[in-house]
């Protein structure tokens, strides 16, 4: 039986900003200068982590929730994420249009308060789907019969990616990942297809990049099209 886009729902969406010429040095200052609103919404105590000099700048330094923790902001010293996602106390749904405008607040406050240049943007999308017997599904939805004959009988495990390059409609040129693999739901350890797409600008044109808000808004409005469009190639619902 055919596995349909309109089975699976979303469970995450998280959008990452890269500003290595504009670092975030001191998860105090943050703290302290983060506009008021933002600390009231990422409501429970702020979670700093110490992280040693030399350290990969990806390593966040400074993560904020909300009380369900459906919520939070991430900051590394090269990058600033802020991520949607649900949880056992806030079952959703997730909404794109609704994140997009929590988001645009965000990162103008925050491009704002602490001068930072965007070089380089990435928006991560998860969709899940419960279903028993995940990994068989997915062999029997992508491979030929007489893959699954031998050797996909019966995979316990089972996962398959793949990348391309594009242009989006503004000429803008982006990585698109489309990752596909058998999983569970971390506190229940319900069996499910776990997919996760993932569209980012280069990272060679990062360094002649300085993202201004309208500019990652048309982003984001793109890529909510272009996400769909190719789930769709994978799952269709027809």
């Avoid at 400074?62 to 600033?80: H, P, Y």
């Avoid at 969709?127 to 990994?135: E, F, G, H, S």
């Avoid at 068989?136 to 050797?151: E, Q, Y």
Wanted: with cysteine; charged share 25%.
């Amino acid at each position: 039986m055919a596995i349909l886009k309109s089975e699976f729902y979303t469970s995450s969406i998280s959008l990452t900003l890269f500003c290595p010429s504009t670092p975030f040095k001191s998860t105090s200052r943050i703290i302290r200068q983060l506009p008021e609103k933002w600390l009231s919404k990422f409501d429970k105590d702020p979670i700093p982590f110490p992280v040693p000099d030399g350290a990969p700048a990806e390593i966040p330094k400074l993560v904020l929730k909300n009380q369900t923790e459906s919520w939070n902001a991430s900051f590394s010293t090269d990058r600033v994420s802020i991520t949607w996602n649900l949880t056992q106390q806030e079952e959703g749904p997730i909404c794109f249009d609704v994140y997009i405008g929590e988001v645009e607040e965000f990162i103008k406050d925050i491009k704002k308060t602490f001068s930072t240049r965007y070089e380089r943007i990435g928006i991560v999308l998860h969709r899940v789907r419960k279903t028993q017997d995940p990994a068989r599904k997915i062999a029997s939805h992508f491979c030929k019969d007489n893959f699954l004959n031998k050797p996909f009988d019966r995979p316990e495990n089972f996962e398959i990616n793949s990348h391309k390059s594009f242009n989006l409609k503004n000429n803008t040129k982006v990585n698109s990942w489309f990752k596909n693999r058998s999983a569970s739901i971390t506190h229940s350890g319900e069996p499910i297809i776990f997919v996760e797409q993932d569209i980012n600008t280069m990272a060679e044109d990062s360094e002649n990049n300085d993202f201004a808000i309208d500019s990652i808004s048309e982003f984001l409005s793109l890529t909510k099209a272009e996400l769909d469009t190719i789930f769709s190639y994978y799952y269709p619902d027809n």
